[in-house]
C-alpha cells in the first residue's frame, strides 16, 4: 500500500531548540496538508501545499513555524523555537487535487518539548 | 468561524449498533467527513457526505442534514476492535475541519 512517511515518529526536546519535522507525501499526490493534534484541541490544520505552493498556513503561528515543500517528494515543518506549549503530535496529509476520499494521513510525528 | 460539536466518549456493547452524532457550523460547506483513529495511530478515512440522506458502506453509515448542520455515524454490529475515536469533519475548499473527536468504547 502506498503510504505518506513521516519522520522522525517520536522526539524530545529542549525548549528553545529548533524541531523539523518531514514529511514524505504518496507518490503523485499533489496535495499536502500539515495537522497538529493535542488533547485539547483536537486536530487543528497549520498548513497546506498544492503542487509545491503554499495555500494556506493561517492556523500555522507565524513568528515561529514554518513550513515548505522544497520538491515534491518533500514536505518539512520546521518550529524555531520551540516552546513546551507546541508538544502534540504533528500529522502530515496527501492527496489529489479534490478527491477528498483520497487523502491519506501519516502516522504523525509525537513531539515533546521539556 | 468553524464549530464542531460531537460527544466526548460513549460506551456499547459488542454486536450492538451505536450512533455517533456531529453538529456543524461552519462558514462555507462543501462536505461531511467521518475518519477513525486508533489511539496512537493516524485518520483512517471512513465514509464521507455530499448532499443530504444516507450513505452506507457495510457495517458503517453516515447521514448529513445541511439544513440542520447535523450529521450521524451509525455502526452496526459492533466488534470489539471499533473501539477508537470517531472524527467529524467538515470540509469546506480544501479545507477540514475537524471536531475533537468521540471516544468509543465497545465491551463485551
Known sequence: DARVTQTPRHKVTEMGQEVTMRCQPILGHNTVFWYRQTMMQGLELLAYFRNRAPLDDSGMPKDRFSAEMPDATLATLKIQPSEPRDSAVYFCASGMDDRVDGYTFGSGTRLTVV | ?108
Open chain 2, 1 to 108: 468561524g468553524q464549530n464542531i460539536d460531537q460527544p466526548t466518549e460513549m460506551t456499547a456493547t459488542e454486536g450492538a449498533i451505536v450512533q455517533i452524532n456531529c453538529t456543524y457550523q461552519t462558514s462555507g460547506f462543501n462536505g461531511l467527513f467521518w475518519y477513525q483513529q486508533h489511539a496512537g495511530e493516524a485518520p483512517t478515512f471512513l465514509s464521507y457526505n455530499v448532499l443530504d440522506g444516507l450513505e452506507e458502506k457495510g457495517r458503517f453509515s453516515s447521514f448529513l442534514s445541511r439544513s440542520k448542520g447535523y450529521s450521524y455515524l451509525l455502526l452496526k454490529e459492533l466488534q470489539m476492535k471499533d473501539s477508537a475515536s470517531y472524527l467529524c469533519a467538515a470540509y469546506n475548499f480544501n479545507k477540514f475541519y475537524f471536531g475533537s473527536g468521540t471516544k468509543l468504547n465497545v465491551k463485551p
